[in-house]
């Protein structure tokens, strides 16, 4: 099993930043790839941006064309620990963020999800 803690999110205005993070525990040797989702009131959850890699280097990372170029994660090997640093950021980036981890085998497979953390973007 895989534990995942996200932390980081709150209320900031538009145009403000913001960075989460993904504490992760327990067979974490066991993931290669993890990601960011968002669930916003009355939709559905979509992907935000994931990240995979090989032997503890990352490989590949894609992101949702509505966040490119404002939104960058990262990872810390060492802390076991991915962050999302968000910039820019508009109203409809308002949402309940995910934290996934899983693996890469030709496709994406998210086993594990952390509890969420809410981000509200408003003036």
């Known amino acids: 099993q895989v534990q995942l803690v996200e932390s980081g999110g709150g209320l900031v205005q538009p145009g403000g930043s913001l960075r989460l993070s993904c504490a992760a525990s327990?067979?974490?040797?066991?993931?290669?790839?993890m990601g960011w989702f968002r669930q916003a009131p009355g939709k559905e959850r979509e992907f935000v941006v994931r990240?995979?890699?090989?032997?503890?280097?990352?490989?590949?990372?894609d992101y949702e064309d509505s966040v490119r170029g404002r939104f960058t994660i990262s990872r810390d090997n060492a802390k076991n620990t991915v962050y999302l640093q968000m910039n820019s950021l508009k109203p409809e980036d308002t949402a309940i963020y995910y934290c996934?981890?899983?693996?890469?085998?030709?496709?994406?497979?998210?086993?594990?999800w952390g509890q969420g953390t809410q981000v509200t973007v408003s003036s």
């Open positions: 996934a981890a899983g693996s890469y085998n030709g496709r994406y497979k998210f086993d594990y």
């Open positions: 327990g067979r974490t040797f066991s993931t290669s790839a």
């Open positions: 990240i995979r890699w090989r032997n503890s280097i990352t490989y590949y990372v």
